[in-house]
């Protein structure tokens, strides 16, 4: 890291036009690089084209189908952050928070029925894949015109399945401290 690096606020405005952001960690650099000199990331070669690999709407709808609705806004939150849209990821992030304690909530509600499950599972397709149209349009549109490439389904899965690990664990983890505590569960 050199000095100037250094001293540079970390400020979301970029004034520098021989300056550009690397669209995964954020580090300022030549607008002319053709990789980022911390994380290795390739940078886009001009502004009209789109080169980074992004989550299609077909594949996060189909992930948040088949997995969670986090699966879909966490998909939603890696194209914003591949394409360094800061303020978009975040909105995105706390979006898929209150869905979850809205689906949690609902959950208290619904009555114990398959039905209602796959009713759920789909307006939350609708929600998720609606909610990614509408923050990636342009660039979906830029994606779709230059037939450019797209991330696999199949990474949707995988980050799907690791979603329910992880969510399968904090369950867990939460009924064994319940245990702990003495405190009944029906």
């Not at 979906?140 to 399945?161: D, E, K, N």
């Not at 939460?174 to 003495?182: F, P, Q, V």
């Amino acid at each position: 890291m050199d000095a100037e690096s250094e001293a540079a606020p970390a400020s979301s405005f970029n004034f520098d036009l021989a300056k550009t952001r690397c669209p995964m960690c954020g580090a300022m650099m030549d607008a002319d690089a053709f990789r980022c000199t911390q994380c290795g990331e390739e940078m886009q070669t001009s502004p009209e084209s789109l080169t980074v690999p992004l989550f299609s709407p077909t594949a996060i709808g189909v992930c948040t189908f088949f997995w969670t609705h986090i699966t879909g806004m966490l998909l939603v939150w890696l194209n914003c952050r591949r394409l360094a849209l800061h303020d978009a990821a975040l909105k995105t992030l706390l979006l898929g928070i209150a869905m979850t304690a809205g689906y949690i909530a609902l959950l208290f509600v619904l009555p114990d029925a398959n039905l209602s499950g796959l009713i759920v599972a789909l307006v939350s397709v609708v929600i998720v894949t609606n909610y990614a149209k509408s923050v990636l349009k342009e660039p979906f549109a830029q994606q779709q015109q230059q037939r450019g490439p797209y991330r696999s389904v199949w990474v949707g899965h995988g980050i799907g399945c690791l979603v329910i690990m992880v969510l399968v664990a904090v369950v867990i983890g939460i009924l064994m401290l319940l245990g702990i505590a003495g405190i009944p569960i029906e």
